[in-house]
């Protein structure tokens, strides 16, 4: 149960795109594909934002889209905008019921 | 509209126990698995424990042993026992509803603080 691998940081300008990866091993991200983001604005619970490597839930906005190849998944804002600035946290199912979560991404809007 | 509410968290000393409970409500509980995740203060997200609609349930290898998660569809509640804490147990911990391997909705947290 070792934790997903995100860089600590990111950044971009308003209006770019910036993309987040999370990497995993063959045990969690490469063997399923339930892979999920959340953001987490200081103070807050975190805040689904992506399931099953790619969908969004309903209400969040179409700038958050996610994708995996092999044992590594990512998280893409685009057309940033300043409330995007939050911690960004990728999680894996790693199977007989279990989960991790990565370090968290802290994502600043230049 | 779904609701998640902790309660229980507070202080306690190295090797006490603590019970979080989460009430949950606005979805048919029964119908869904539900997870314990926590944050310790300044640090990332941690899955601690998941049970099933069926009870079926599993904890992450830091708590294995020594918490133990339930839950009372009856009552619509989720439990966290926590036995023997650690120093390293202290974090605000999340309830949150599982839907389609993930963490769909999200209480507001509880914090537990063990110290001496």
């Known amino acids: 149960q070792s934790a997903l691998t995100q860089p600590p940081s990111a950044s971009g300008s308003p209006g770019q795109s910036v993309t987040i990866s999370c990497t995993g091993t063959?045990?969690?991200?490469?063997?399923?594909?339930?892979v999920s983001w959340y953001q987490q604005h200081p103070g807050k619970a975190p805040k689904f934002m992506i399931h099953e490597v790619s969908k969004r839930p309903s209400g969040v906005p179409d700038r958050f889209s996610g994708s995996k190849s092999g044992n590594t998944a990512s998280l893409t804002v685009s057309g940033l905008q300043a409330e995007d600035e939050a911690d960004y946290y990728c999680?894996?199912?790693?199977?007989?019921?279990?989960?991790?979560f990565g370090g968290g991404t802290k994502l600043t809007v230049l | 509209q779904v609701q998640l509410v902790e309660s229980g968290g507070g202080v306690v000393q190295p090797g006490g126990s603590l019970r979080l409970s989460c009430a949950a409500s606005?979805?048919?509980?029964?119908?869904?698995?539900m997870h314990w995740v926590r944050q310790a203060p300044g640090k990332g997200l941690e899955w601690v424990s998941f049970i099933r609609y069926d009870e079926n349930k599993n904890y992450a290898d830091s708590v294995k042993g020594r918490f133990t998660i339930s839950r009372d569809n009856s009552k619509n509640m989720v439990y966290l026992h926590m036995n023997s804490l650690r120093a390293e147990d202290t974090a605000v911990y999340y309830c949150?509803?599982?839907?389609?391997?993930?963490?769909?909705?999200w209480g507001q947290g509880t914090l537990v603080t063990v110290s001496s």
């Open positions: 949150t509803k599982d839907w389609q391997w993930a963490s769909d909705y």
């Open positions: 999680s894996s199912y790693a199977g007989s019921h279990s989960w991790v």
């Open positions: 063959s045990s969690d991200v490469g063997n399923y594909n339930y």
């Open positions: 606005g979805f048919t509980f029964s119908n869904y698995g």
